[in-house]
């Protein structure tokens, strides 16, 4: 499959639409992560559909001092790795064709959700974000946009501005894609040397850690609600020779469990990754709702995320994993 490169809006435009239209959106430097969000988007949209990809590096969305200019721009290989996906289109203006007039005046708000992690963090970003995705949302006109889980914030944005405005397009988003030794893909992955790229994998290894202990704790409560909390109990367990065992998954269950424990699991990991050579320097660590990224209490039930971002060297790195609360299932 050869896909056409498109650079401006009025040749997209004109571009014949054939079935559902799915769209990826990147900043370009495309790995297996961008991969295989094109080739679930090749199978969403059908051999009747098309897929677009749009390559813009989006400069409203940089903070001082961060990485605009040396942002990776690899269009010719980003071009192929479409093209092998699936893509049928790769749409990649300049800075002048998305944002005609300059910076934009008009930019959507990204509210209190916004504001929280990686907004605090980086102030103005998600405005940013919400604008560039508005822009091409209007321009590549998709029936579907998917976007990778791995940016769990930003794609609880986006269905949030999709939902609060209106927007006539359906988001899908995608499993975080990692490398055999559990590092998340990312574009700025490059930029760490191998000494730093251990380092960096204290991220993964911290969210794993979380989950373990998360499914752990759901085994636990399981495994104590089987029989009730009486003298009945003591019975039936002494009865079948597990009476410490379960007495300590109950106690356990009811008493060293929640976000807490969560948190400090993966904690421990983190603390260690700031003794190494060279150190990781956390900027966050949280156990939020998937909603709306604010942080759940022990009685929270439903889908929540474990999310880390932290620095190694010159680079920053942001992580998560999805947690499911409220079974006795493990997490998601």
């Given at each position: 499959?050869?896909?056409?490169v ?6 997209l435009s004109?571009r ?12 370009g ?5 961008h991969a295989t ?9 059908g ?32 071009v192929?790795i479409?093209e ?11 800075v002048?064709?998305?944002?005609p ?10 509210g ?12 103005g970003h998600?405005?940013?974000v919400l ?7 209007h321009?590549?006109?998709?029936d ?5 889980q ?5 794609l ?9 405005l209106?927007?006539?397009v359906d ?25 730093e790229r ?9 969210l794993f ?18 029989v ?5 109990r003591?019975?039936a ?8 065992a ?11 469990g929640?976000?807490a ?9 983190l603390d ?7 150190p ?9 709702d998937?909603s ?6 022990d009685d ?13 060297g ?10 499911t ?8």
């Open positions: 499959m050869t896909a056409t498109l650079r401006t809006a009025a040749e004109a014949a639409r054939t079935g559902r239209r799915a769209v990826v959106m990147t900043m430097a495309l790995h297996e992560g969000l094109i080739r679930t988007a090749r199978e969403i949209a051999p009747e559909g098309e897929v677009v990809v749009t390559v813009f590096v989006n400069p409203l969305q940089f903070g001082a001092g961060e990485d605009l200019d040396r942002y990776p721009r690899t269009l010719d290989a980003d192929r479409a092998q996906s699936g893509a049928d289109a790769m749409f990649a203006p300049a002048d064709e998305v944002y007039g300059g910076e934009p005046q008009v930019r959507i708000s990204a209190p959700m916004g504001e929280r992690l990686e907004g605090a963090a980086r102030p998600f405005d940013g604008t560039v995705v508005a822009k091409l949302l321009l590549t006109r998709p579907i946009a998917l976007y990778g791995k940016d769990a914030q930003q609880a944005l986006i269905r949030r501005m999709v939902r609060d209106n927007f006539g988001i899908v988003g995608v499993p975080t894609v990692r490398e055999e030794d559990g590092l998340a893909l990312s574009s700025r992955n490059r930029y760490l040397s191998p000494a251990r380092t960096a994998l204290a991220l993964s290894q911290a850690a979380g989950r373990d202990r998360h499914a752990a704790q759901q085994a636990l409560r399981a495994r104590a609600s089987e009730p909390a009486t003298r009945a003591a019975e367990l002494s009865a079948i020779g597990e009476s410490r379960a007495a300590d998954a109950h106690a356990v269950a009811t008493t060293a929640g976000p424990a969560i948190l400090a699991a993966a904690r421990l990991v260690e990754a700031v003794r190494l050579d060279p990781l320097a956390l900027d966050y660590l949280a156990l939020v998937a709306d990224f604010t942080e759940i209490g929270f039930t439903g889908e929540a995320v474990l999310a880390v971002a932290a620095r190694v010159g680079t920053r790195l942001i992580d998560n994993i999805p947690l609360f409220g079974s006795f299932g493990a997490a998601s």
